[in-house]
């Protein structure tokens, strides 16, 4: 019986968590205004890709099969598949083709 009655006691915890739940989104605990979320954003500036992302972005552009541009950048079609992978995430697109399109709208390639 005494573990029921402290299961629906409130605590110190449970009032200050009620307090900082009735809030405004805008508010901090502190009374500090917090600022403004940015909106998210996964398209950086163009400037932000390396040289070797260029590239990549270039022999992607060309239509070539994966495992030819593994070849022609020396390395082993997996890591290629992730180095896209990257690419694809850093400039905010899921395909390849689609990366290659995004370069040439900005006119990268």
Known sequence: MHATTTLHAP????RARTRTAALPAAAAPHG???PA???QTRRPA???LAPEEHQLLLLLAEGLPL??????LSTSSRTLRR????L???IGVRT??????WAARRGLI
């Open 88 to 90: 694809c995430d850093r």
């Open 46 to 48: 163009t400037g932000l």
């Open 96 to 101: 390849p083709l689609q990366a290659a399109v």
């Open 32 to 34: 500090r205004p917090q």
């Open 11 to 14: 605590t110190a915890l449970n």
């Open 37 to 39: 979320p940015q909106p």
């Open 83 to 86: 180095r896209i992978r990257v």
């Open 67 to 72: 495992d030819a541009v593994a070849r022609r």
